[in-house]
């Protein structure tokens, strides 16, 4: 079947077998290779991705399913190519990520987890970041600076 | 210098990988690339009756299916185990055959029987299913006391009783002489549970074979490219070193699981020949609990005795080590000498003694995972010092303390001797942190709130920066573990550093650039590390075993002391002045007191144009150095660990955990606390969440992120980690190594703070809600019915 959506901003249509799988589509078909395949049960997180501005788990949906809707990937994240979001700044910054597999979708449910506490207006308390984190696995960092990171990427992105 | 050591400087690795530009092997599409799958036992025990492929082969899109009977008949060789670990009575191990492709036998659920080569992954997987295995099963055994006991199933004909090899260090009779007379003897079973490293990237391999040049290229999720090749060549025969190339691209975390050459490399590396297909795997997050190498699972008794002042006389020790259903490559060095010589701790024991009976079970392989013999050692003696110090109604801090060596050198009854360290200004320090002095008050206001609060001391010490090439090669390893570098100053004056160690979330690209920095007083923008490919770096041993600072930089340091001198050469000959009045600082090579200089870069055009060098020398600047350390380093600390129990349910919180550690000098504070969180991170995890499980039939029950619990972000505190160091006199920069000791100190500081709160020392890990709220249970009934 062929599908079209929008990816980062452009509008991309492929052939794909119906049981093609959302990271799938990104990773084999588009080949953005930022998005990582870390379990086979929706435990990791590794493959969040934004699907229409919502974290999603690129694993857990169809790529037909995205008919139409507006993906983003962490290689689309930043404003221009030669820019970087506030929060991929803060995890550098504090240290929050070593092998660097996580990462891709720590920063996804990072700035979703963000946007949603900003716009309902409520402040994301340290364990409100541990408790929203608990779709994504990390085995490297321990999460303590991969918490000081969002919550310094959140204070960057209010002031953006 | 700004950049050098000591400075907290921010990783240049990061960008590519906060971008999504890493470049792992998944990542990675060669032309004509085909996908593998494996075929693999569901059975824990069976003879193989048959193989029937006429089906899968049938299938559009399958490029071929290879068995086990194939590979043995073209020559591929069994699998092996590096480190000859010898008996009590001088046999040898009992090394059983580890085909990477099972041919008669299989003996775990996961062992391969055979690889499936198609067009798409998911056309390879369901071939695989199609392949028709008839077995005809065995009886099975999983645990280490069980395969020992009499009438145990049997795993390989050369290994009768299962047993492996029946090990000892230190003295028997002198131990038991001085425990005999001990004024109190502590007795403990301790258990420590069976892990899985789960590093976030599965592994993963892309094989191809270029028939025109007969020549081999393999991308792989490895901590040792070069141990890759080498095995892969001298052992399993796939092809010449000089004709395989070994890449490890960006590896996502190993902690160990990434060391040893599994049969999926072995078996795309042949498959590509044979189908003249690149052929790539990637393992799903169940084939890897299912084939991964475990770590851990040492069942032990110990006994402690003490004098009448409460300084210990004697350590006996005896460990069951279940090493699974075959030996992976340093599995025998795990359980024995990364083991049994840590017993002696931080303390002056006289007299240990410690037997080893390694086992093979009808479970995945076990090697070396995260501390890989030292966790093992450590939970030993710190779990046995607090509940010693319990028993004799002593503080646990002030019998460790009374107890610690306080000069160096000091040798051990069990073979290392320790160099260096301040155990005491280190428990001090953690004290400090902690506010241990203010416990009893939390401890009161916590039981206000209906909670029950604990606190535990780890006072660790490891064996890192792995190692003394003779010495580990008198104990049976058959490498050499030095390490090498190259140092390649351009013409341009930027500079390459080639290193031999591998960088898989460690940030060598950022700490390796700084000690090169410091040492020519260079931007580490200037300075690339490159590493990882066999091609580009000459050889090497690769990450493991906190090596990379202790062996590795030392590597750099040596090849950067031979270009240094060349650089002062070429300086003097050009500025006309004595190679001694040469200084380089600030980018420039200068004649000291004097405004006579080189800028850095006009040194390295010098040394390439070769236009006006000294007679007789070499153009060029570029040197390469072997290091090999000339001893083992000894980081050591004191961990302490708080923690409040909810008597009604045993759900158990980490409240506080405060490390402090020597680790000798440090390179970037940044990282290194990184290392120690990540590492208290898994410690946590082993104490309180992770455990293998297997059924009687062998079936893993654990072998999902849905079964096996994998520490979370809202499982853990915020770590407080200080540093009391000591330099390391062994090698060039005083370093001792930090990648595995939060790993190593944490567990028993976990489980001593626990049992602290619950009044029970008997507790297993992982403390589980049910497991501590079973343990408190009862702790109450005795204490009513006392």
């Known amino acids: 079947m062929k599908i079209a959506m929008t990816v980062n901003g452009k509008s991309v249509s492929r052939e794909v077998s119906d049981n093609t799988l959302l990271v799938e589509y990104i990773r084999d078909h588009l080949r953005l290779t930022g998005t990582h395949v870390g379990c086979d049960t929706s435990q990791c997180g590794a493959c969040v991705v934004h699907v229409d501005g919502q974290a999603t788990k690129s694993c857990t949906m169809l790529a037909a399913s995205a008919e139409g809707l507006a993906v983003t990937t962490v290689e689309g994240l930043a404003k221009s190519k030669d820019d970087l979001h506030p929060m991929q700044v803060a995890f550098k910054e504090n240290h929050g990520l070593q092998c660097g597999f996580c990462t891709p979708g720590m920063i996804m449910t990072a700035t979703d987890m963000v946007t949603r506490y900003h716009t309902q207006g409520k402040e994301l308390t340290e364990d409100a970041i541990r408790v929203h984190l608990e779709g994504n696995i990390c085995r490297c960092t321990g999460y303590h600076n991969i918490v000081k990171s969002i919550a310094d990427g959140a204070s960057k992105m209010t002031t953006v | ?786």
Not at chain 2, 288 to 297: E, M, S, V, Y
């Open chain 2, 1 to 786: 210098m700004s950049e050098g050591i000591g400075a907290r400087v921010l990783r240049k690795e990061d960008k590519r990988f906060i971008t999504g530009k890493g470049r792992y092997t998944d990542d990675i599409v060669e032309d004509n690339q085909a996908y593998a799958a494996f075929v693999r036992s569901p059975h824990a025990h069976a003879r193989i009756v048959s193989i029937d492929t006429t089906a899968a082969m049938k299938m559009e899109g399958v490029e071929t299916v290879l068995n086990g009977a194939q590979l043995t008949g073209d020559g591929i060789g069994n699998i092996i185990c590096g480190w000859a670990v010898a008996s009590k009575d001088g046999s040898p191990m009992n090394m059983g055959a580890w085909s990477a492709l099972a041919t008669e036998k299989v003996r775990y659920v996961g062992d391969a029987v055979a690889i499936v080569v198609a067009d798409t992954k998911s056309l390879a997987k369901l071939a695989a299913e199609a392949v028709v295995v008839t077995y005809e099963e065995l009886p099975v055994v999983v645990g280490s006391l069980q395969a020992l006991a009499g009438g145990a199933p049997q795993l390989h004909e050369n290994a009768p009783g299962n047993l492996i090899f029946d090990w000892e260090i230190g003295d028997l009779a002198p131990t038991d002489a001085a425990l005999a007379a001990a004024a109190h003897v502590t007795e403990m079973d301790i258990t420590n549970n069976r892990l899985a490293p789960n590093p976030m990237e599965p592994r993963s391999a892309i094989a191809t074979f270029n028939d025109a040049e007969d020549h081999y290229t393999l991308y792989t999720t490895s901590q040792n490219p070069h141990v890759a090749r080498l095995v892969l060549s001298a052992f399993y025969n796939v092809a010449p070193e000089h004709k395989l190339r070994v890449i490890a691209p960006d590896v996502g975390g190993g902690f160990g699981s990434k060391i040893y050459i599994y049969p999926e490399e072995i078996a795309c590396l042949w498959a590509a020949m044979k189908s003249g297909r690149s052929v790539k795997w990637t393992s799903d997050r169940t084939e890897a609990f299912l084939t991964d190498a475990h770590g851990r699972d040492h069942v032990s008794t110990a006994k402690i005795g003490f004098d009448g002042d409460g300084m210990i006389v004697g350590l006996k020790v005896n460990t069951k080590a279940n090493l699974g259903a075959y030996m992976s490559l340093f599995s025998s060095a795990v359980p024995t000498y990364l083991y049994g010589t840590l017993l002696s701790g931080q303390y002056n024991i006289a007299n240990i003694y410690c037997d080893v009976q390694a086992v093979y079970t009808n479970t995945v392989p076990v090697d070396a995972y995260r501390g890989a013999g030292r966790p093992e050692a450590c939970y030993v003696i710190e779990r046995i010092m607090e509940t010693a110090a319990r028993e004799m109604g002593v503080d646990p801090a002030e019998l460790r303390a009374k107890n610690f060596v306080t000069s160096f050198p000091h040798q051990t009854p069990v073979i290392m001797a320790y160099d260096s360290g301040d155990f005491a200004t280190n428990q001090k320090q953690a004290q400090k942190a902690a506010d241990v002095a203010g416990f009893r008050a939390r401890k009161a206001e916590a039981l206000g709130r209906g909670k029950l609060r604990g606190l535990g001391y780890s006072n660790y010490i490891e064996a890192c920066g792995i190692a003394p090439s003779a010495a580990v090669g008198s104990l049976g390893a058959g490498v050499g573990l030095w390490e090498s570098a190259e140092v390649r100053v351009n013409p341009v004056g930027t500079i390459e550093i080639l290193t031999g160690s591998h960088s898989h979330g460690q940030g060598h690209e950022t700490t390796f650039a700084q000690i090169v920095a410091e040492r020519f007083d260079l931007p580490t923008e200037n300075i690339k590390i490159v590493h990882g490919d066999t091609d580009k770096v000459q050889f090497g041993m690769g990450t493991y075993g906190s090596r990379s600072g202790a062996v590795g930089m030392s590597a750099i340091v040596k090849a950067m002391d031979k270009v240094e001198a060349k650089v002062k050469k070429i300086a003097a000959h050009v500025l006309e002045a004595g190679e001694d009045d040469i200084v380089i600082e600030g980018g420039a090579v200068k004649v000291a007191g004097t405004d006579k200089q080189m800028l850095w870069h006009e040194v390295g055009l010098a040394a390439y144009t070769a236009h006006n060098i000294p007679d007789g020398m070499e153009p060029g600047l570029k040197e390469t150095a072997f290091y090999d350390p000339t001893n083992f380093t000894f980081p050591a600390g004191c961990y302490i660990c708080e923690v409040e129990v909810d008597p009604d349910t045993g759900v158990t919180e980490v409240v506080q955990f405060v490390a402090s550690d020597d680790f000798g000098t440090i390179i970037n504070p940044m990282i290194v606390e990184g290392q120690v969180h990540g590492g208290i991170a898994q410690g946590i995890g082993q104490a309180m969440l992770e455990n293998v499980v297997y059924d009687d039939a062998g079936q893993q029950l654990s072998a999902s992120y849905m079964d096996y619990t994998m520490p979370r972000a809202d499982d853990l505190p915020n770590y407080s980690v200080h540093h009391a160091s000591t330099t390391c006199p062994g090698n060039p920069l005083g370093m001792k190594g930090c990648g595995e000791a939060g790993a190593i100190g944490s567990p028993p500081a976990v489980i001593n703070a626990i049992t602290d709160a619950i009044g029970n020392n008997n507790l297993s890990m992982p403390a589980t809600p049910a497991a501590v709220w079973t343990a408190l249970q009862a702790a109450s009934i005795k204490l009513a019915a006392e």
